[in-house]
C-alpha cells in the first residue's frame, strides 16, 4: 500500500465545518425507542437522510466545490461526477448552490427516482453502462475532453472531510458516545467519520451487505480489492471498490466490519417505518440492520448513534 495515500484527519474534517457553515441541515439526533433496538444499549438514531439532496453526501459536495472556488481551481466546465445516484444528487444540487455546472454520469441501472432528482436539480444526466465502473470511465473520459474538474463518489479526501462534520455534529449532541455505526459503500462515510471520531476514542462500526462488502475484503486482502455486487442496497453502497484511505482508517483497533445480509436490512427498513414513519433507501438501513439482527451485539450501557444517511428512495418497495 502506498504510504503517499491521503488519511484525513479531524482537522480536515473541521475545515470542511467551517466552509460547509451554515449551508448545510445540521442532523438531528433523537433517542431510539427499545422495541427495535438491544435494551442494553443506549441508541441515538442520527438523522440525516433529512439532509439537502436527501444524504449525507450534500456535505462533501459542497465543501469540495466550495474549495475549489475559493482556490480559484474550479474550471469553466464545472465539475464531472459517476455514481449510482447519491453522489451525483449531492453533486448536483452544491453545482446549483454553489452556482457551477455539473455533469453526472449514472449507470442505466441507477433507481428512476434518483434520475429525476438529478434532472430536478439542474444536472446534466449522461446514463452510462450498467455499472458504476461504467458511468466512471465515461465520466473520465469526458473531464479529458471538456477540462471539467473530476470529482469521485468516495475516494477524495475533500469527500470525505465533508462527511465527516455528520459526525463531528453528532458528539456534539452526544458528547458522551462509546460507538457510532455507518453503512459503507466506498468509504467516504466511514473514513470521515473515523477522522471525527477516533480522536476522542469513540469506536465506528462500519457495516456492509454480505454481498456487497468492499471494506470487508480489503481488511481480509490487506488492501483494497475489487469484489463483486449483488445487494438490495448495490444502488447506494455498490462500490466494487473501497478507497485506500478508508481501508487505512479500518484498520485502527477502533473499527469493527460487520455483515448484514439483504433480509437484514429490508427487515430494518420495515422496523424503521413501522416504529417512526421514517423511511429510508436500503443502504440507510443497513447500519440499523447491525443492531437489530444481533449481527453486532453491544455491551451492557453502551452508548451508540446509528447514522440513517439518506432517504432517496422510492415508497413503493417499502416491502421488497
Avoid at 484527519?9 to 422495541?35: L, N, S, W
Wanted: glycine share 8%.
Amino acid at each position: 500500500m502506498s504510504t503517499s495515500t491521503p488519511v484525513i484527519t479531524e482537522t480536515d474534517v473541521k475545515a470542511a465545518a467551517d466552509r460547509i457553515a451554515g449551508r448545510v441541515r445540521r442532523v438531528a439526533v433523537t433517542r431510539a425507542d427499545p422495541g427495535i433496538v438491544p435494551a442494553a444499549a443506549e441508541v441515538w438514531l442520527a438523522c440525516e437522510f433529512m439532509q439537502h439532496a436527501g444524504s449525507f453526501k450534500a456535505r462533501g459536495a459542497l465543501n469540495h466545490a466550495l474549495h475549489h472556488l475559493e482556490n480559484g481551481t474550479m474550471p469553466r466546465e464545472g465539475v464531472a461526477i459517476a455514481s449510482g445516484g447519491n453522489a451525483a444528487i449531492a453533486a448536483a444540487w452544491a453545482g446549483r448552490a454553489a452556482g457551477i455546472k455539473v455533469t453526472v454520469f449514472v449507470p442505466e441501472t441507477a433507481p428512476t427516482v434518483k434520475v429525476a432528482k438529478l434532472r430536478a436539480l439542474g444536472a446534466d444526466v449522461r446514463l452510462e453502462g450498467t455499472a458504476y465502473a461504467h458511468a466512471l470511465e465515461a465520466s473520465i473520459k469526458h473531464a479529458e475532453a471538456t477540462g471539467a474538474l473530476l470529482s469521485h463518489a468516495y475516494d477524495n479526501p475533500l469527500i470525505a472531510a465533508g462527511a465527516g462534520t455528520c459526525a463531528a455534529e453528532i458528539r456534539e449532541q452526544a458528547p458522551d458516545l462509546d460507538t457510532v455505526m455507518v453503512a459503507v459503500g466506498g468509504g467516504g462515510l466511514f473514513a470521515g467519520t473515523a477522522a471525527a471520531m477516533f480522536p476522542h476514542n469513540v469506536r465506528v462500526v462500519a457495516v456492509e451487505p454480505e454481498n456487497c462488502r468492499a471494506l470487508n475484503a480489503a481488511l481480509e486482502a490487506g488492501g483494497p480489492t475489487d469484489v463483486d455486487v449483488h445487494s438490495v442496497a448495490a444502488d447506494s453502497l455498490g462500490a466494487r471498490r473501497v478507497s485506500e484511505t478508508a481501508h487505512r482508517l479500518a484498520t485502527n483497533p477502533l473499527a469493527t466490519s460487520v455483515l448484514v445480509t439483504d433480509e437484514q436490512i429490508t427487515a430494518a427498513r420495515a422496523a424503521l417505518w413501522e416504529d417512526r414513519r421514517v423511511l429510508v433507501e436500503h443502504g440507510a438501513a443497513a447500519a440499523l440492520a447491525a443492531l437489530v439482527s444481533g449481527r453486532y451485539s453491544p455491551g451492557e450501557g453502551e452508548r451508540i448513534a446509528v447514522v440513517l444517511c439518506g432517504a432517496n428512495t422510492d415508497p413503493s418497495d417499502l416491502t421488497h
